[in-house]
C-alpha cells in the first residue's frame, strides 16, 4: 500500500513541470483569450457583478482611477 501512495505522488509531481517564458511568448500570454473566462462578455460581467458586490462599490474598473482620490 505504501508503495501504491508512494508511486502515486511521484507520478502527479512528475507530471507537473514549471517551464520559463520566453520575452517573445510574453505577448501571447497577456491576450485577453489567455485570461480567465477568455474573451467572453457575460463571464466578464458576472465576474465584475461579483467583485463588486464583495467590495460593497460600483466602478472603479475603468484607467481613470479607482475611487480612492489617487487620480
Do not use: Q
Not at 12 to 24: A, H, Q, R, T
Not at 32 to 41: A, K, L
Amino acid at each position: 500500500m505504501r508503495t501504491l501512495y508512494l508511486s502515486l505522488v511521484i507520478t502527479l509531481f512528475g507530471g507537473c513541470s514549471i517551464k520559463d517564458v520566453k520575452p517573445w511568448e510574453k505577448g501571447t500570454l497577456a491576450k485577453e483569450t489567455m485570461r480567465e473566462g477568455g474573451g467572453d462578455v457575460l463571464f466578464k460581467k458576472f465576474a465584475n457583478h461579483i467583485y463588486f458586490s464583495k467590495e460593497g462599490s460600483k466602478g472603479g474598473g475603468g484607467v481613470a482611477g479607482g475611487g480612492c482620490g489617487c487620480n
